[in-house]
């Protein structure tokens, strides 16, 4: 016979009953410990950790009341939420045995016992308790997951207007569950922006996933989101949740939403319609508990009049809209972004000494950034790496910096920042020496002095 892992404490004044119980059940679990005194309990678990505690309703010579009884149960609950209580009284008394399984007994015996009953209730109980205990430990994993996953994440850094907005914006929607659409090129960062709503929102103890729905074919986007159960196809080994399901109490980012196909757009629709998911292979439907974010780069209202978007779909997703300028469209994010990456790379690379000199941010500004925030990333950790002395300078940046010379931004015809852009490209090419580069620009320095200010250079 082999032992389960079960802790049992006896509590009775009876040691005869006390006795007999212990002989029952010591062959089946790991320990099997007895009191004669209920004052003992609290001392008791200091001690150790019980996962069944059996407990007489009544202690005191001609006590029948099972307030007692109803009194430890309480007591060890709240000593031990995870341990379970098996009741045991000599006089069968019906209302005592409701009220304490309404206050967390999980069963109750009567005197005298049968043993095979007293056994399995016993069994029983140390199941539910191991259960308890593991799926308190799952949580607990699960909170660890979520920040440890979170940390990955960057702020939202900015301090351009736009940025400002963006901020306000996600203060106002993040505590309502409106669901948000958030529109911008590739790298700009809609994914930081979905983060900080989760994490501003009554659901930043839940997960937040983000799933990419334009890469899903069209045979694995139903088991994906909605998941399936065994057998519901060929392939379909064992039960999967979907991630509908697995971002429960969570946030969901369905990310690149443009890039779905009219029939998986009619599928997602009726998902946010019924706010419900019917598992593949499945009637059953489940309810949604997760709040929805989609992001994309397209512009999705062309698409609407193009026929490839469903209107119906758009206005269902786009309760509140976030617009991501591209980084080239606030330069002054480029300083606060730069450093940023700058403290990170040089932290992992082991050089904390490394500087950013204001010609090589002047520099940085003057580049296009057609990847956005993930391409500066990437030019930064080039450059820690490549770079030899203490400060970054342009040569560090390879084949960025020849990209970057002749980069001239053809599609601002904006004359304010076309002159902007030549006024930090004199700065950058005469080494942030005002004096050269307003001979070049053809200004007096008190000029040039007041068209930085004018354009936060
Ligand atoms: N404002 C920001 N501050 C700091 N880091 C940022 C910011 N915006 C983006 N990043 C960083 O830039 C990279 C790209 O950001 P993110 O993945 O959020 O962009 P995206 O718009 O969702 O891109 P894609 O469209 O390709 O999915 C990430 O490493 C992110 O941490």
Known sequence: MSKSSGRILLVDDDEFVLLSIKLLLEPHFASVKTTNNPERIPALFDRDQFDVVVLDMNFRQGDTTGNQGLFWLKKILSLSPDTQIVLITAYADIQVAVESIKEGALDFIVKPWQNEKLLATVKTANLVSQEKQKVRQLKSQQKSLVSALDQRYEPLIGKSEAISAIRKTIEKVA??????????????GKEVIAREIHRHSTRSEGIFMAVDVGALSESIFESELFGHRK?????????????????????LLL?????LSLPLQAKLLTVLQHKKVIRLGTNEP??????????TNCNLQAMVKEGKFREDLLYRINTVEITVPPLYDRPEDIPLIAAHF???FS????KPYLKLAAPVITYLQQYRWPGNIRELQHALERA???????????????????????DFMFDHLNLEKLEAWAIRKAIAKHSGNISHAAEELGLSRGALYRRMETYGI
């Open 286 to 295: 489940i309810d949604l508990d997760v709040r929805i974010i989609c992001a």
């Open 384 to 406: 820690v790496i490549m770079c030899e002395g203490e400060q970054l300078t342009a040569e560090d940046f390879g084949s960025f910096q020849k990209q970057m010379a002749g």
């Open 342 to 344: 700058l403290t990170r």
């Open 231 to 251: 057998g519901a196809f060929t392939d379909a080994k064992e039960d999967r949740v979907g991630r509908f399901e697995a971002a429960a109490g969570g946030t």
């Open 255 to 259: 990310d690149e939403i443009g890039n």
């Open 175 to 188: 505590p309502t569950e409106a669901v948000v659409l958030i529109l911008g090129q590739n790298g700009t």
């Open 347 to 350: 932290q992992k690379y082991q």
